[in-house]
């Protein structure tokens, strides 16, 4: 009897411990879930208090006749698939070179750390100023060509300006996170395969990239969310410009929630999009999961 009333009393004790949480996590979000489910079926401006129930027709118009959405979703995707490809790549080559103990190694990771610490929208402004200011000033310097480019003014090359810029701010992050797993490889390993007469590209392809699957795991899973919900570097930098090319799906969901005062057909497209990610997520994990259980 004693045993069963002491395990009541440590139920309750974890009851009352975890219910201000739970009851924090359902009002910040699953009621709010529900109410995008609700006014997704809706036509509303986000001020009538009784929204026009329309079924399923906003997500029929949306993935039927909507071009900004459309062109806003291959913006998104060719972004995407960019974005985790050099970031990953780039941040295990820095953080390999960083790992070889070099002098200046903790200077050089805190400057590569420093710009994700900002924020994005402070970043695009800093670059829209260099795009449009630095640029020529360094182009009538120089008379280098390639200051004198519009980068912010062409389509292509404004696409690889919010990149390129989304990039540098974030690289630090992923750096860390890749140094943290090579500093985890054991050193014995290396060493090993050094005596077996394994060079530095083998050793690398053969050794390192297998047992940073964790980590690769974690930064690919982080800038697949990432760069899905690009909007804040959009807004300072290029404001979907020129011409709405820059238009990603986040950003386009805000033009028509916030701007157009049509908040159940963004409200729709925004469950879309939760839907998307939350789908491509699951692949994901699962797929790198599986590679690290092979590894």
Sequence with gaps: MMKLGRKWTEKLEFGIFTLPVLICVVFAFYIPLGMTFRYSL????????????????????????????????????????????????????????????????????????????????????????????????????????????????????????????????????????????????????????????AGPIKRFFSITLPLLAPSITISVFMSLTNSIKIFDVIVSLTAGGPGGTTFSVAYDIYRDTFQNNMYGYGTAKALILFVAVLIITIIQLTFFKSREVEG
């Design 42 to 197: 809706t036509e509303w401006n986000g001020i009538s208090k009784h929204p026009k129930f329309v079924g399923l027709d906003n997500f029929r118009q949306i993935l039927s006749g909507d071009a900004n959405f459309s062109s806003a979703s291959w913006f998104t995707f060719k972004y995407a698939v960019l974005y985790i490809v050099l970031i990953n790549v780039l941040a295990i080559l820095l953080a390999v070179i960083l790992d070889l103990r070099l002098k200046t190694a903790p200077l050089l990771r805190a400057a590569f750390f420093i710009p994700y610490i900002l924020s994005l929208v402070i970043v695009g402004f800093i670059w829209k100023f260099i795009f449009m200011q630095g640029f020529e000033s360094l182009g009538a310097s120089t008379g280098w060509g390639i200051f004198k480019l519009s980068w912010l003014g062409e389509a292509n090359l404004a696409f690889y300006s919010v990149l390129g810029v989304s990039i540098w701010q974030s690289v630090g992050f992923y750096l860390v996170i890749y140094i943290a797993g090579l500093q985890s490889i054991p050193y014995d390993l290396k060493e090993a395969a050094t005596v077996d007469g």
